[in-house]
């Protein structure tokens, strides 16, 4: 699986990737989780607001940190 | 209540002396650090609360389909007052709406009053100013991002966009879409977090603004700076723009200084040309616009914005 977290580095991006990590780990999953910080590239997903979360190319969330329960919702 | 929490530490804990010149900004200091601590954690709970809810997404639906002969301007210019995000989110939202077929006139007009008119700094201003003063400074933040975006239309500068925000331009794409479906309660620890770290980062610029604000109200003796930047000098709303360009702070923390300036006598207009060129144009906000404008559009949008910041402090100077 492949998890992006699109942000131009402010301390909310940061958050959301712990999460992500955090919510991976407690379900014991696997992914590739990718940080993506060029704004070319976080405009190409067509977010307005971020942090933005996509996973396997789609943009499931945006505009906020998203909890860790939250997160593992998403993954299942 | 404030009040006497400040006689509290100052007089009795630590037993200074009321006449004394230190004591007294002390007291001044503390007093309206809380106050001004109180009033910001409730303004931030509010405005998370609605940034929760706030659907940006709509918000550009409705202003691609305006085409009201210069209203739509006037349109863009009050959502941007009203919609609450996170500088950080500005590069994105400025491309999503430009993605959607808003005129970059439009856009622009969105663009420069979302800083301008600040909800913390609004609320600030209320407790500190009165409704009047507040509504007017709304007003003209509003009046400021229509006329100038309205002027910026006028030019065609599509082409002073950086070259990867014209390519991206060409290719029109549905906003991508997600409904929320949480309950308020879900929401809470959410909107607590973010609140918290708000906090934490305006905090400090309010502190500042506060200490600044506490030694010219100490220090600069009345009747000092009215003499300089009084009603008198032609050129004071002028310098006070130019000067706030460099000087970069929240909004929150220049409501204080304010506050102080026009106590020792300084003009109204000239105090709020002061604030809105420190939170209206900056250095950092240069950089943000960098990535998206060629060099060339920045500086057409600090003139535009800089000319008009000052015809308004001019016209509030002549008015109030």
Avoid at chain 2, 85 to 94: A, K, R
Avoid at chain 2, 138 to 161: C, D
Avoid at chain 2, 174 to 185: L, P
């Amino acid at each position: 699986m492949k998890i992006k977290v699109l942000g131009s580095g402010c301390k909310k991006c940061i958050a959301l990737e712990e999460h992500v990590r955090q919510a991976l780990s407690e379900l014991g999953k696997q992914a590739e989780v990718e940080k993506v910080t060029d704004m070319l590239e976080i405009t190409q997903y067509n977010v307005m607001k971020t942090p933005a979360l996509v996973i396997e190319e789609k943009v499931v969330s945006s505009g906020r940190v998203n909890s860790v329960e939250e997160v593992k919702s998403f993954l299942e | 209540m404030f009040e006497q929490i400040a006689n509290t530490i100052v007089f009795d804990w630590m037993a200074l002396d009321s006449s004394h010149h230190w004591s007294q900004a002390l007291h001044f200091f503390i007093y309206d650090s809380l106050k001004i601590s109180f009033l910001v954690i409730f303004v931030i709970s509010f405005m998370g609360v609605v940034n929760s809810y706030f659907p940006v997404d709509k918000v550009r639906g409705f202003l691609e389909n305006k085409k009201l002969y210069g209203l739509e301007h006037l349109l863009a210019s009050i959502l941007g007052a009203v919609t609450p995000f996170c500088s950080c989110s500005s590069i994105p939202l400025f491309i999503g709406f430009l993605k959607g077929g808003i005129p970059l006139g439009v856009t622009l007009s969105f663009l420069i009053t979302s800083p301008l008119v600040n909800e913390v700094a609004l609320f600030l201003f209320l407790g500190i100013f009165g409704l009047k003063v507040t509504v007017i400074y709304a007003l003209s933040g509003i009046f400021v991002g229509t006329v100038v975006g309205l002027i910026l239309s006028q030019l065609g500068l599509e082409t002073y966009l950086e070259d990867w925000v014209q390519e991206q331009l060409k290719q029109k794409m549905e906003m991508a879409k997600f409904e929320d479906h949480r309950t308020f309660s879900q929401r809470v620890p959410e909107i607590k977090a973010e609140a918290i770290d708000t906090f934490k980062r305006i905090i400090p610029y309010v502190l500042g603004g506060i200490a600044i604000g506490g030694i010219i109200h100490g220090f600069v003796p009345t009747g000092y700076l009215e003499e300089y930047m009084g009603k008198d000098n032609i050129f004071a709303v002028p310098i006070s723009t130019i000067l706030a360009i460099p000087m970069y702070s929240n909004a929150s923390g220049v409501v204080p200084v304010i506050q102080s300036l026009v106590a020792k006598g300084i003009p109204l207009g000239t105090a709020m040309a002061f604030m809105m060129s420190v939170v209206g144009l900056s250095l950092p906000e240069a950089m943000l616009l960098k990535k998206v404008m060629k060099l060339k559009l920045i500086g057409i949008y600090f003139t535009t914005v800089a000319l008009s910041i000052i015809c308004l402090g001019y016209i509030f100077n002549l008015v109030l």
